[in-house]
C-alpha cells in the first residue's frame, strides 16, 4: 500500500496561485492511478482532477478546467496540482488520493491540505 501526504495549502486571494504536492511513501507508485478531491464547508468531496500512471492522460472537473493542471513524476513519488486565477469557491480541503487500474474508487487517500481563497 502506499501512503500519501499532501503539502501546499495556504490562505490566498482571488487571483492568486497555489501549488500542492502529494508525496508518496513505498515502491508501487507508478501502478497507480493519481486523482485530487476537495471538500468545501458543508458540501459532500467532490473530484477536481486526475491523471493516468504514466501521465500521459489528464481529466478534469469543468468547474477547474483551464485553471488547475496537475502532473506527476514517478521517479519522485510526487503529484501535483496547479491551481491558477484561484476563486472565492475553491476554497477547501483538498486531498490526494491514489487507486489501482481496476478498482471503481480511490482505495488511498491522504490526510488533506486547507486551501483558503479570500474574495
Known amino acids: 500500500q502506499v501512503q500519501l501526504v499532501e503539502s501546499g495549502g495556504g490562505l490566498v486571494q482571488a487571483g492568486a496561485s497555489l501549488r500542492l504536492s502529494c508525496v508518496a511513501s513505498?515502491?508501487?507508485?507508478?501502478?497507480?492511478?493519481m486523482g485530487w478531491f476537495r471538500r468545501a464547508p458543508g458540501k459532500e468531496r467532490e473530484f477536481v482532477a486526475s491523471?493516468?500512471?504514466?501521465?500521459?492522460?489528464?481529466y478534469y472537473a469543468n468547474s477547474v478546467k483551464g485553471r488547475f493542471t496537475i502532473s506527476r513524476d514517478n521517479a519522485k513519488n510526487t503529484v501535483w496540482l496547479q491551481m491558477n486565477s484561484l476563486e472565492a469557491e475553491d476554497t477547501a480541503v483538498y486531498y490526494c488520493a491514489a487507486r489501482r487500474t481496476t478498482a471503481t474508487v480511490y482505495e488511498i487517500w491522504g490526510q488533506g491540505t486547507q486551501v483558503t481563497v479570500s474574495s
Open positions: 513505498g515502491r508501487t507508485f507508478g501502478s497507480y492511478i
Open positions: 491523471i493516468t500512471q504514466n501521465g500521459w492522460s489528464t
